[in-house]
């Protein structure tokens, strides 16, 4: 379908949907798509949604793009029960949304799919995004699909290695910078303007379009219901406000009758957004030098923050910080305990709901939704470095057993 228009979050401030715009003509502010839902109501959403199969493009209707789709068949992924946080918390139920299991193995894929077919529908054959890693990953992918021109700007040494291979290996431009994801990010409109490329960061709001799909997901999963509670890990601030809209359009259809309470987690070191949000702040306070083993969201100054700090007030959650022990130990239980192995950044929301467990804030009956939004062979450096070095042992049925029968 067709975009209404395309608004200011700040200001209010009002755009045809035909302009490309990234940011308020009138404050500078970021720009959200408001989608056409005139004349849509759940009654005719529901067997239409229900006869296609449980992936993105099954809400087409509420996605603003038109023409056949970039699709690399993206979404659908498990809503899988963590049963080891039940232990801090009595008759809660906790879940992970399994993100990891899109096709380039991060949620950015939802985004992805719906900005590269915009950019389609624009007419722009260069894509361009700066990125922490897994944007620069599935935006290559899904260039190579629609055979675009893909540039990435990443921080040198600061990506992990699955998700540089991925970019490379896919075609894409790599331009390592001698900084950090903020300064990639802070020149991404003007490098995209001198080189005529198409942005597809989380500030292109045809991105959050996309990753809004997760939350009707959720909602089917749930048995068409939200949870209490949403725990999202939060660097640009994009993916939180994406689950917003995607529960308010819900909520507005009248598919459900109450709306979630969000909880964004960020890592000790590159914490703006939790920070402004525990000190009753209206303004962020960007993180000159952020430092976290989570690299997905090393962010100082993230661009949606404004989205994202909205969202979560606006639904009566909060915000918090988890040191990178925490996180660190929540990816290993997670794989432990329950057999899947997600990357750092996407711990931090499994930290999150432990620590929060621990403190006693969920109440009994409710359903808890931990966003996993990315796979762990994307960044192996960061576990395997917490594993000594394995002894070659003797390729004999006698030296293999002693091996087994060892300390594990
Ligand atoms: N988790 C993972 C695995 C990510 O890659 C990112 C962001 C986030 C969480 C945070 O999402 O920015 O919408 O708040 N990664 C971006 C990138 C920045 O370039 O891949 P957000």
Redesign the pocket.
Known sequence: MQAARLECVQCGASFSAQEELYECEECGDGIRVIVDMQGLSYEYLRPRWRERPFRLWRYRELLPVTGEEVSLDEGGTPLVQVRFLRDFAEDVRFFAKNEGLNPTG???DRGMTVGVTRAKNLGRTRVI??????????LAAYASRAGMECIVLVPSGGIAKG?LAQALFNGARVIALDGT?DDAMGNILEVAEALDAYVL??INPYRLEG?KTAAFEVWEQLGHDVPDWLI???????????YWKGFEELFRLGAVGRLPRLVGVQADGASPIADAILREEDEIVPVDDPKTV?S??R?GN?A?WRK?MRAIRESDGLALKVPDAEILRAQSLLAREEGLFV?P??A?SIAGALRLAKEGLFRPGERVVCVC??HGL?DPDAVLESFPDIPPVEPTVEAIVAAAQGEP
């Open positions: 991060s949620f950015k995004c700066a990125s922490t890693g897994n944007t620069s990953a599935s998700k994801f960061n989380s990753q999202c890990p939060v660097g640009n601030g994009g993916n939180m406000a994406a989570a997905a969201i962010i993230p949606n994202t990357e950044a996407s931090a939004t990315g994307k």
